[in-house]
């Protein structure tokens, strides 16, 4: 099993900037891809950004390139999320997944990923 905590959410303005963070423990060896998503009430849970853990292949959504960075440390076992300009439509609770499998899969997805921390509220006033 793989464990995965998420912190580093909270209340902010728009322009500003969060770092989110991703713990992970249990049998992560073998995980192959780390990956935030983010949902708002009513409606379905979104691709942010991913990155493969091997090789650091980053993927990001079209409504955040440029703004957010995505990167890990393989020696904490810790993915990070790093939100700048930030505005109010990126409101969400953000979650972190994580994959062992390196076929099949589509990093856009989230049914591709089998583990999910348990969220991190991030909210943008304008």
């Known amino acids: 099993q793989v464990r995965l905590v998420e912190s580093g959410g909270g209340s902010v303005q728009a322009g500003d900037s969060l770092r989110l963070s991703c713990a992970a423990s249990?049998?992560?060896?073998?995980?192959?891809?780390l990956g935030w998503f983010r949902q708002t009430p009513g409606k379905e849970r979104d691709f942010v950004a991913a990155i493969t853990w091997g090789f650091s292949n980053t993927y990001y959504a079209d409504s955040v390139k440029g703004r957010f960075t995505i990167s890990r440390d393989n020696a904490k076992n810790t993915v990070y999320l790093q939100m700048n300009s930030l505005k109010p439509e990126d409101t969400a609770v953000y979650y972190c997944?994580?994959?062992?499998?390196?076929?099949?899969?589509?990093?856009?997805?989230?049914?591709?990923?089998?583990?999910w921390g348990q969220g991190t509220q991030v909210t943008v006033s304008s």
């Open positions: 997944a994580a994959t062992k499998a390196y076929a099949s899969i589509s990093y856009r997805a989230a049914p591709s990923y089998n583990y």
């Open positions: 249990g049998h992560t060896l073998s995980v192959s891809t």
